[in-house]
């Protein structure tokens, strides 16, 4: 896909913002780089005329929003130790728009694709982090007359982009999560919550439907009375359950090797200092782990249960003593992603790791910029071998969609197992 750069804005807030450092919590700290997701629209005629209409729409509604949530239009600085600090300096956002001669056609069905890392700005993690945007947003023509936009946001933009108010107000300060204190003097919970699994590059990106959760998720909870379980699998450990017992049956792992599943848990919930509308990173994960043997011998109600033991662990205190492990920690480089970012850790073969995120609860879809809603949006490419996403299906029917890296070798016998086995 040839695609043909036209110009490059910086989108500064609308009005004057709050400057100044601001901390960032030990949860902040490990997730540096972009997370990437792609929408794809098809505008009516009236928003394609003059030609500068949806640009211009654009950029005025991000600037917008870039007032509540003017941390993004600032920059991190390392403040030693391995850590950071948001300077709200106001700097700005990139915002890229380019062309391209392909068509919607060319998508087929907008299953994820190495394609889609033509539709992204790039970022060069080379550079010092003071220099690299917190937002990068690419909004490409299409020759059908459809855009895609390539992006991180929050939905808040959508809002302003129509005229609508704000909604929540954002809540900025990062305090009641503790950023810039010191650890407590209690002991700590004693878990593996920061464990360095190996990471494992050049994997291949597919998408799963899964459309018979009803029964999945019945036969996660087979054999539940036996478990020492209070409750049965949700729909998530089910699905992740399955998703791990699957993969690890591709890769054909000898009987003895260890796996290990990491689930990312959303703590909002599971916090009692959280506020609505928090404005930072939430998220800790926590390692289902087994022998490949019992994942691929016993029945799916063993590694669902293995997940749903791992999740039920996290509670408030639970994340504050992961907070207290972080803060206790002379240097953080080693629990951050920017420091993995373009190299090739870990075993090319034989990954035994993997890590299933959840997309389910958050409002991925309907986002109306003012020309009508998406007609597709996935996550943008990745190539962590033995990574998943789990989103809601688009078109909601109800069933879900699984996007999987792994390596070209497995993919096809992951697909095959993970139909068969359900």
Known sequence: MVVNSKCCFTVKPAEPTWNGPQPLSELDQLSVIHVSTIYFYRPTQNWLSPPDT??????????????????????????????????????????????????????????????????????????????????????????????SLGLLISHAWARLARDEPLGTATFHDRRVIRAGGPPRASPCIDHEAFIQLPRCLLGKLDDLEVRKKTTLKKMANEDHSSSDLERGCTRYESLAGHIWRCACKACKHENEQPTTLCVCVDSRRRM??????????????????????????????????????????????????????????????????????????????????????????????????????????GPGTHDIDGDSLVLPSHDGNGSLTVALCLQVAHIDDSKKHFYELI
């Not at 949806?54 to 949530?69: C, G, M, Q």
């Not at 239009?73 to 950071?84: D, M, S």
């Not at 394609?115 to 299409?142: N, T």
């Not at 011998?297 to 669902?304: F, R, T, W």
């Open 54 to 147: 949806i640009t211009n729409t654009l950029k005025e509604s991000l600037s917008k929003a870039l007032v509540p949530f003017y941390p993004i239009a600032g920059r991190l600085r390392w403040i030693g130790k391995g850590r950071l600090q948001i300077d709200c300096n106001a700097e700005g956002v990139q915002f890229f728009e380019a062309e391209s001669e392909s068509r919607f056609e060319d998508f087929g069905d907008f299953s994820p694709s190495a394609r889609y890392e033509f539709l992204f700005p790039g970022v060069d993690y080379s550079v010092p982090i003071h220099e690299m945007p917190l937002l990068l947003v690419q909004l490409i023509k299409f020759k059908c007359g459809g855009i």
């Open 272 to 377: 009692s200092t959280l506020p609505i509308g928090y404005f930072g990173n939430a998220t800790l994960d926590v390692f289902a782990t087994s022998r490949a043997v019992d994942l691929t011998s016993k029945p799916l109600s063993y590694a669902s249960s293995r997940v749903r033991e791992a999740n039920k662990k996290v509670n408030d205190e639970f994340v504050n003593s992961g907070i207290d492990i972080l803060k206790n920690q002379q240097d953080l480089t080693q629990f951050q992603d920017i420091h993995y970012e373009g190299s090739t850790q870990g075993p090319f073969h034989g990954n035994p790791n993997f890590g299933v995120v959840s997309w389910l609860s958050l409002p991925i879809y309907g986002l109306d910029l003012g020309w009508g809603k998406e007609i597709y949006m």
